[in-house]
């Protein structure tokens, strides 16, 4: 299984994915969702492998996001094709860590930020 690790390296929940990859023998490729932004393209992919709803891939914590006030454009019918624009200008607006995972049949899982149990499902 290949598996890409998206991450900003001075955030706290990235460090704890990072330790637990490690310490679990994860092999992965770690990527700077900074200065490596995803591309609204790869976004689309995986936001399409994830199941989840758009919304869940934008870091609601961050400053970015309240000063973009993107909540309110989000709420306003942004497009989903306008959403994942914004997210592709700046990798601070992304939620992570990310992982994306190439399964044997050729399909991506895809998580969005970091909790044990479903990490472990899906990477162990």
Same mark, same amino acid.
């Given at each position: 299984? $290949?598996?890409?690790?998206?991450? =900003?390296? @001075? ?7 990072? @330790? /637990? ?6 092999? =992965? ?16 992919? /995986? /936001? ?22 993107? $909540? ?5 019918? %942004? ?12 990798? %601070? ?21 970091? $909790?044990?149990?479903? /990490? ?5």
């Amino acid at each position: 299984m $290949k598996v890409l690790f998206i991450e =900003y390296p @001075k955030c706290s929940t990235c460090q704890k994915a990072r @330790k /637990w990859l490690d310490g679990n023998g994860v092999v =992965y490729e770690s990527r700077h969702i900074v200065e490596n932004n995803p591309k609204a393209e790869e976004l689309r992919t /995986w /936001w399409q492998a994830s199941g989840l709803p758009l919304r869940r891939f934008f870091n609601t914590s961050g400053m970015l996001y309240r000063e973009l006030n993107v $909540k309110a454009q989000l709420d306003a019918g %942004m497009t989903d094709d306008e959403a994942l624009e914004l997210l592709a200008t700046n990798g %601070m607006l992304v939620k992570r860590p990310l992982v994306i995972s190439q399964q044997a049949d050729g399909s991506s899982r895809v998580l969005v930020g970091f $909790k044990e149990a479903d /990490w472990q499902a899906a990477l162990l």
